[in-house]
């Protein structure tokens, strides 16, 4: 990354917008507050790490070279093609199967990647982004079993979502070697996009609903 914004720089082009990670600022969040510029960094894994440090070698050339720097946090991206857990519960969803998750009540930010593609956009032209870390997110806050039910009613199925007590996953989930997965599906992640829309007028062009739909019809299933 430093190597090539060093490039970007000697090239002559005026600035550069580094897409990071919202695990920077950490894994979860415990409900009281949202992630947002403003936090200690706490990256929680060697993929957030990389990012971090990628984040302070762009600052370092950016003062070294008066090249102007953009970096956008995002959480979840997803959207056709979309790989991970995401694809793991479109693929559940489709096929019909229960999932014992309708008692989570867990916050969830993502972002739809048309979304993130118009923040990189705004980012690269915005006057006033140059030299600024944003986060940034569909701005719809939801659990996930809300996504498991918007993603039945984009493929046409019903949603196979029941209650199963929280503790009794979290003591089955380790014996097949989930624990990781379940911890991510029942957890918290919110985040704070105020900054780029107070400070460079960004307004998410799709909206969540739209997102699961071009989703869905982009995995080739049915919307």
């Known amino acids: 990354t430093e190597n090539l914004a060093r490039c970007t720089a000697a090239s002559g082009a005026r600035r550069l917008v580094y897409v990071s990670s919202i695990g920077v600022n950490g894994l979860f969040t415990d409900g ?23 984040e302070q070698a762009l600052h370092r050339v950016a003062a070294e070279t008066g090249l102007e720097v953009v970096i956008l946090r995002p959480p979840l991206v997803y959207g056709a093609g979309v790989p991970g857990n995401f694809a793991q519960m479109l693929r559940l969803v489709k096929l019909g199967i229960p999932l014992p998750l309708a008692g989570v009540k867990n916050k969830r930010d993502l972002v739809y990647v048309g979304n993130l593609v118009d923040a990189i956009m705004t980012c690269a032209t915005h006057s006033s982004a140059a030299g600024n870390t944003y986060l940034v997110s569909d701005g719809e806050t939801v659990s996930t079993p809300d996504i498991l039910r918007e993603l039945a009613k984009a493929l046409g199925v019903s949603s196979r979502v029941f209650s199963w007590p929280i503790g009794l996953l979290k003591l089955v989930a380790p014996l097949f070697g989930k624990a990781d997965q379940l911890e991510r599906l029942i957890g918290s992640l919110e985040v704070d996009s105020t900054k780029i829309r107070l400070e460079l007028g960004w307004k998410p062009p799709h909206s969540m609903l739209q997102g699961f739909h071009e989703t869905v019809r982009g995995n080739g299933t049915r919307s």
Do not use: G, R, V
């Open 32 to 54: 009281s507050a949202k992630f947002s510029e403003c936090d200690i960094a706490n990256p929680h894994n060697a993929y957030a790490l990389s990012k971090w440090e990628a």
